[in-house]
């Protein structure tokens, strides 16, 4: 079981790490794994913004280095009104299986949006083609 204010709290607090001088946009993520741990990262900006990071692939990585490979939620903080994983993000998290993603105002943390990461990633690559 999802501990979401949990999940939410360490987006929350990941969140403030935030490296986002050039866009100003803070974002921050937190995975919940199925072994109840959680793990965040927050977006990493670079002057040659190609390689700047987001916030959900920066806690995949620090997640997978860890060990963990199955996730049962995501939560994201960022924005005014809740916003929902880029694109390319979303085909990372899919990677890892289907779950829940929980978006987050950062201005008001009782304005929530939630999805299944497949319904947000409708014909996604399918990773069984590649199996
Ligand atoms: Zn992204």
Redo the contacts with the bound molecule.
Sequence with gaps: MVDEAALIQAALDVRRNSYSPYSRFAVGAALWTVDGSIVAGCNVENGSFPLSV????AAVATAIGLGHRQFMAVAIVAGDDPVT??G??RQVLLEFGDMDVICVSARDCHRVSRYRLRDLLPHAFDLEELR
Aim: proline share 12%; glycine share 12%; aromatic share 0%.
């Design positions: 987001c916030a959900e692939r994983p880029c390319g993000c």
